[in-house]
């Protein structure tokens, strides 16, 4: 299995960049997919997820309304659009593949997930 995220850059504040995760070896039409975060000195957060086939997406209270998980069957990918972005969002992140039994609300916990890829550094200048 191998996740693959790209997308990642350097934006002012204010402005909009666009993650993608690119599988194999999983289907994200039968797993649930995940977007995590990890700033220098922190904890790895999680960002969004989203339910197998798009039953369902859900949102850390500090993106919603700027950030949009979602996912294209046909390539198996999933993306992780970004806009207004601030410079506390500044971080590597990480997509995951979990699972389909958990539920939606499992999808915050990282130890849900059984698959992760390497992760893009995302740098928000003020």
């Known amino acids: 299995v191998q996740l693959q995220a790209s997308g990642g850059g350097l934006v002012q504040a204010g402005g909009s960049l666009r993650l993608s995760c690119a599988a194999s070896?999983?289907?994200?039409?039968?797993?649930?997919a995940g977007w995590f975060r990890q700033a220098p000195g922190k904890e790895r957060e999680f960002v969004a997820g989203?339910?197998?086939?798009?039953?369902?997406?859900y949102y850390a209270d500090s993106v919603k309304g700027r950030l949009t998980i979602s996912g294209d069957n046909a390539k198996n990918t999933v993306t992780l659009q970004m806009d207004s972005l601030k410079p506390e969002d500044t971080a590597v992140y990480y997509c995951?593949?979990?699972?389909?039994?958990?539920?939606?609300?499992?999808?915050?916990?990282?130890?849900?997930?059984?698959?992760w890829g390497q992760g893009t550094q995302v740098t928000v200048s003020s």
């Open positions: 995951a593949a979990a699972p389909a039994r958990k539920i939606l609300s499992e999808l915050r916990n990282p130890g849900s997930y059984d698959h």
């Open positions: 070896g999983v289907t994200f039409r039968d797993y649930n």
């Open positions: 989203r339910r197998w086939g798009g039953r369902g997406t």
